[in-house]
């Protein structure tokens, strides 16, 4: 686990014992930190009430604390710890803020930091991967992969490669990244924020803190992003900024697991971190057509009798799953959730590549009302019947493609378990030889 002696003899107090406040403990307590925490589930507390001072935060003195640490699914807008820690005077962060507190006491290493709505997993996985390929010591985290603070300090000379969403930065006061990259800025998690403007000051974040000679990468050809690329060139803080909105790349027909526009921009800007860490082009491009991918992020799940089956459950909101329609022609997509918007204006431009629609979950019926003038749509509701249904239907040389536009939490507790969901009910239509059985039937 990473330590620092920047922690030992403070107290910290911990709000939230799930694997990131677990990972927190360990840390603060192997740096010889005095620690209290809560946790709302009994038998989590019970599981580290000998090693800790246990007392709900709300009701405790906190005023002799160093901060307070809070996993980044607690909301700040609309969270009472918000306001109990402005009045005992303490600090309310995350565990980016300690990793960046305890790179002082690291080997000499560099932080790539990586936001944008969406992009973030797979440029992260990526850049690791081409920095790994290539001989470099590197370690993916932040909200990817294992907390942080749980994982063993790289040696000299490596690379942090960090996913940070805006909970992230939010909770995080001086984290100065050698390399600092927004992909792009669009509408979400605005439960979260007044205004569509603060989620994206949130984002641009980032880059407040950083110092003048480290590296800045903007990708996004979108209004949120342009604003902030045009704010850092007219402070002039920053001396080495890499706008890549109009960057074209080739060769992407040669990377397998990076097909669409969606990832096109993701490699480019992979590409664009990794030159800045001193790989050259060829070491680039052998890594783009090495890479695997992520679960659930345009997975390759199957292919049989010429049909192939794509795991995208990761989009979870339009935007998302646009570049995914965009990335093959031909597609029975399958979509619908808990809905995040009540238009697919994202999708839109690709609606041409949809032979079929097929709608699940609570905005099914939202969905087969907007689709329905431009794409055929069969309401399926649960997601064996969808997958059955564009498997019957399928050709040799179509894509049965899961990319829902939506959040799983109406009949799954993650797009993880719904991604899963999907695999399994792949395998049991291959299985059962059910594909294009609709196109059998009609000879």
């Given amino acids: 686990m990473i330590t620092s002696t920047a922690f030992a003899g403070k107290k910290y107090a911990i709000l939230g014992l799930a694997r990131s406040g677990m990972a927190v403990l360990d840390a603060l307590l192997a740096s010889g930190a005095e620690v209290v925490?809560?946790?709302?589930?009994?038998?989590?507390?019970?599981?580290?009430?000998?090693?800790?001072?246990?007392?709900?935060?709300?009701e405790t003195d906190l005023s002799d604390c160093e901060a307070i640490v809070v996993s980044p699914g607690v909301p700040l807008n609309s969270h009472p710890i918000v306001q109990k820690a402005e009045q005992d005077g303490v600090p309310v962060i995350g565990d980016i803020e300690l990793f960046a507190q305890a790179r002082a006491s690291l080997p000499d290493h560099k932080v790539v930091g990586i936001t944008g709505t969406n992009g973030k997993s797979t440029t992260t996985a990526l850049l690791t991967h081409m920095?790994?390929?290539?001989?470099?010591?590197?370690?993916?985290?932040?909200?990817?992969?294992?907390?942080?603070?749980?994982?063993?300090?790289?040696?000299?000379g490596g690379i942090y490669v960090l996913e940070l969403s805006s909970y992230q930065i939010d909770l995080t006061q001086s984290l100065d990244c050698d390399v600092a990259i927004l992909i792009n800025i669009s509408p979400d998690h605005l439960d979260r924020y007044d205004s569509f403007d603060h989620y994206a000051a949130s984002k641009a974040r980032l880059f407040d803190m950083m110092t003048s000679d480290h590296t800045a990468i903007i990708s996004g050809v979108d209004e949120k992003s342009q604003m902030v690329l045009g704010l850092l060139r007219q402070d002039g803080r920053i001396y080495d900024i890499v706008d890549l909105?109009?960057?074209?790349?080739?060769?992407?027909?040669?990377?397998?697991?990076?097909?669409?526009?969606?990832?096109?921009?993701?490699a480019i800007v992979a590409a664009s971190a990794s030159a800045a860490l001193g790989l050259n082009e060829m070491q680039i491009r052998d890594a783009l057509a090495s890479f695997?991918?992520?679960?659930?992020?345009m997975e390759r799940v199957a292919e049989a009798n010429g049909v192939l089956f794509l795991n995208d459950s990761k989009a979870t909101n339009p935007a998302s799953t646009g570049p995914a329609l965009g990335a093959y022609s031909k597609i029975h997509w399958i979509l619908g959730g808990l809905a995040?918007?009540?238009?697919?204006?994202?999708?839109?431009?690709?609606?041409?590549?949809?032979?079929?629609?097929?709608?699940?979950?609570?905005?099914?019926?939202?969905?087969?009302?907007?689709?329905?003038?431009?794409?055929?749509?069969?309401?399926?509701?649960?997601?064996?019947?969808?997958?059955?249904?564009?498997?019957?239907?399928?050709?040799?040389?179509?894509?049965?493609?899961?990319?829902?536009?939506?959040?799983?939490?109406?009949?799954?507790?993650?797009?993880?378990?719904?991604?899963?969901?999907?695999?399994?009910?792949?395998?049991?239509?291959?299985?059962?030889?059910?594909?294009?059985?609709?196109?059998?039937?009609?000879?």
């Fill in 131 to 156: 920095l790994e390929s290539n001989g470099k010591a590197a370690l993916m985290g932040g909200n990817i992969g294992l907390p942080i603070m749980s994982q063993e300090p790289l040696p000299a």
């Fill in 37 to 58: 925490a809560w946790d709302n589930q009994s038998e989590v507390r019970d599981s580290v009430k000998d090693r800790v001072a246990i007392s709900d935060l709300m």
């Fill in 340 to 443: 995040k918007d009540d238009n697919l204006d994202d999708c839109t431009p690709y609606f041409g590549n949809v032979v079929k629609a097929y709608t699940i979950g609570e905005a099914a019926a939202m969905f087969e009302e907007l689709l329905a003038p431009h794409v055929a749509v069969e309401p399926c509701e649960m997601m064996l019947t969808a997958v059955q249904r564009a498997a019957a239907n399928a050709r040799s040389g179509d894509v049965v493609l899961l990319s829902p536009a939506c959040a799983s939490f109406d009949q799954f507790k993650d797009f993880e378990a719904r991604g899963k969901c999907f695999t399994s009910c792949v395998n049991s239509v291959i299985e059962k030889n059910q594909i294009g059985t609709a196109n059998r039937e009609a000879m």
């Fill in 292 to 297: 695997r991918g992520l679960p659930h992020r």
């Fill in 245 to 266: 909105s109009a960057a074209e790349g080739t060769g992407q027909e040669n990377w397998p697991s990076l097909q669409g526009p969606h990832n096109l921009q993701n």
